[in-house]
């Protein structure tokens, strides 16, 4: 794969692309990341990247020509090519503006980004970017989330981080990607992959423990050490469902429940009351 970054703070990633499984899946040969510095692209002696918006109102947008001319130098296939080759299931390449406004980044998402062989990351500024950009240049707009940052810069580090680790050979061990919270419920294809007592399906993540066995008088669950699959089994989809009813129940709506699980929840609420 390879991730284009466009940015006026090109030394914002020196640290995020040089540590842990991006810069492991650079080494690989299994990504290359390019950040591309938008100043590069002005043409005045002031290197202005900005300017104040038509109608008014507060701060500075992004200009449209910086941004308009590096995506032109990167040989892409264009706008409409891309959006059409995503309905028909085809994509290769993806033009994201990271927005406020963009629809909600989520881990199918990543897993639809981790199968192209190209991203260009469009990292907004200010009070955002020039509305050209998002009509002709970028095919979709990612959040992060419901909340509002100076820039894309760390939403785009975000991303990378999460597709990086779902390229082939990223992880060490594959099933690990499979197995965490949202994995199942995003990707229902890869629900039965995980080991039988770790998979998460859906929800969120159970705890986990290691040595010692009993850390200041704070003990591991006696389940965990008894050796027993189901048992284990039990224990940790019990402990996902009072995690994910205590701190996202939201995912409950939408999570694929047994009768078993509905016990499990139905007991954990009237604990609650």
Same mark, same amino acid.
């Given at each position: 794969?390879?991730?284009?970054?466009?940015?006026?703070?090109?030394?914002?990633?020196?640290?995020?692309?040089?540590?842990?499984?991006?810069?492991?899946?650079?080494?690989?040969?299994?990504?290359?990341?390019?950040?591309?510095?938008?100043?590069?692209?002005?043409?005045?002696?002031?290197?202005?990247?900005?300017?104040?918006?038509?109608?008014?109102?507060?701060?500075?947008?992004?200009?449209?020509?910086?941004?308009?001319?590096?995506?032109?130098?990167?040989?892409?296939?264009?706008?409409?090519?891309?959006?059409?080759?995503?309905?028909?299931?085809?994509?290769?390449?993806?033009?994201?503006?990271?927005?406020?406004?963009?629809?909600?980044?989520?881990?199918?998402?990543?897993?639809?980004?981790?199968?192209?062989?190209?991203?260009?990351?469009?990292?907004?500024?200010? @009070?955002?970017?020039?509305?050209?950009?998002? /009509?002709? &240049?970028?095919?979709?707009? $990612? %959040?992060?989330? !419901?909340?509002?940052?100076?820039?894309?810069?760390?939403?785009?580090?975000?991303?990378?981080?999460?597709?990086?680790?779902?390229?082939?050979?990223?992880?060490?061990?594959?099933?690990?990607?499979?197995?965490?919270?949202?994995?199942?419920?995003?990707?229902?294809?890869?629900?039965?992959?995980?080991?039988?007592?770790?998979?998460?399906?859906?929800?969120?993540?159970?705890?986990?423990?290691?040595?010692?066995?009993?850390?200041?008088?704070?003990?591991?669950?006696?389940?965990?050490?008894?050796?027993?699959?189901?048992?284990?089994?039990?224990?940790?989809?019990?402990?996902?469902? @009072?995690?994910?009813?205590?701190?996202?129940? /939201?995912? &409950?709506?939408?999570?694929? $429940? %047994?009768?078993? !699980?509905?016990?499990?929840?139905?007991?954990?609420?009237?604990?609650?009351?």
């Amino acid at each position: 794969m390879r991730a284009d970054i466009l940015t006026i703070f090109p030394g914002f990633f020196s640290g995020p692309l040089e540590h842990g499984i991006t810069r492991r899946a650079c080494e690989m040969g299994l990504a290359i990341i390019e950040v591309h510095d938008l100043r590069q692209f002005t043409h005045d002696k002031h290197r202005t990247v900005d300017d104040r918006p038509f109608g008014g109102g507060e701060g500075m947008v992004l200009k449209p020509e910086p941004l308009f001319e590096c995506l032109e130098s990167l040989d892409l296939d264009a706008r409409e090519v891309r959006i059409n080759d995503r309905i028909a299931g085809r994509a290769k390449q993806s033009v994201i503006l990271l927005s406020a406004q963009g629809q909600r980044f989520t881990q199918t998402i990543a897993a639809e980004l981790a199968a192209l062989d190209r991203v260009v990351l469009i990292c907004g500024r200010y @009070e955002g970017v020039d509305e050209r950009v998002a /009509d002709f &240049l970028a095919d979709r707009e $990612l %959040s992060i989330g !419901d909340y509002v940052l100076s820039g894309g810069e760390m939403p785009a580090a975000v991303i990378i981080e999460s597709v990086m680790r779902l390229l082939p050979g990223a992880v060490g061990n594959a099933a690990s990607t499979r197995q965490e919270s949202f994995t199942a419920h995003e990707q229902p294809e890869v629900a039965d992959a995980a080991d039988s007592t770790c998979g998460s399906g859906g929800l969120l993540d159970y705890p986990h423990y290691t040595r010692p066995a009993d850390f200041r008088g704070m003990a591991v669950p006696e389940a965990l050490m008894s050796g027993n699959h189901e048992e284990i089994r039990r224990w940790r989809r019990e402990r996902a469902l @009072e995690k994910t009813l205590r701190n996202r129940p /939201d995912l &409950l709506e939408g999570a694929a $429940l %047994s009768a078993e !699980d509905s016990k499990v929840l139905a007991r954990l609420k009237r604990d609650r009351e």
